[in-house]
């Protein structure tokens, strides 16, 4: 999902407010476009940017994982994406790098601003605290302090622990055969 959809999906702009802001950005293309909603319309750039890891950054993650799981198969065969009911990331914080930085830090009402610039996205570091998978079989499996590096336009996720995939999966593998 895009982060113009989910505001709109969130009712946090119109889908009219979308297009102009869509317009804006092609008129100041060095501006990210949740940038160009908070200045256009007043809305709290907590509120973009909540909305756009819970419902951009996130759900990529969790996709991205399911998708390098299924590239091995695991024991029999099976594929380890297959036995997933469900992920759960706890994001503590997380840094756009965008030629300067924006960070972002978690409080009780979302994500707030420690330091602004106005500059176009490049990179996402995110800081998982947890990282929790559900399998079929109602057992948990849970990796703490997850660093990844997101870049959304290339649609990559790169771990800070080039063995973070390995590792999860050799997790999984033990807990569906305690079982």
């Known amino acids: 999902m895009l982060l113009g959809e989910a505001l709109i999906e969130a009712s946090i702009i119109s889908a ?11 008129r100041f293309p060095n501006h990210s476009l949740g940038r ?15 909305t756009f890891i819970k419902k951009v950054v996130l759900p990529f993650i969790d996709e991205w994982f399911r998708e390098e799981l299924a590239k091995k198969p695991g024991i029999g065969g099976v594929n380890l ?9 706890d994001l503590s914080s ?3 790098y965008e030629g300067e930085q924006v960070y972002f830090q978690r409080n009780d009402q979302g994500y707030y601003v420690e330091q602004n610039r106005d500059t176009k996205l490049e990179k996402i570091s995110v800081k998982i ?8 079989r109602r057992q948990e499996v849970v990796l703490k302090d997850a660093l990844f590096e997101v870049t ?3 649609k990559s996720i790169r771990p800070e622990n080039p063995g973070f995939v390995a590792e999860y999966r050799l997790k999984l593998l033990h807990a569906m055969k305690e079982k």
Do not use: N
């Not at 160009?36 to 909540?50: A, M």
């Not at 605290?129 to 079929?136: K, N």
């Open 16 to 26: 009219d407010q979308l297009k102009k802001a869509i317009v804006a950005q092609q």
């Open 36 to 50: 160009i909603i908070v200045k256009l319309f007043g809305v709290p750039v907590e509120i973009v940017e909540t």
């Open 81 to 89: 994406a297959d036995m997933i009911s469900s992920i759960d990331l």
């Open 94 to 96: 997380y840094r756009r």
């Open 129 to 136: 605290d947890f990282f929790l998978v559900r399998t079929i």
């Open 152 to 154: 959304l336009g290339r």
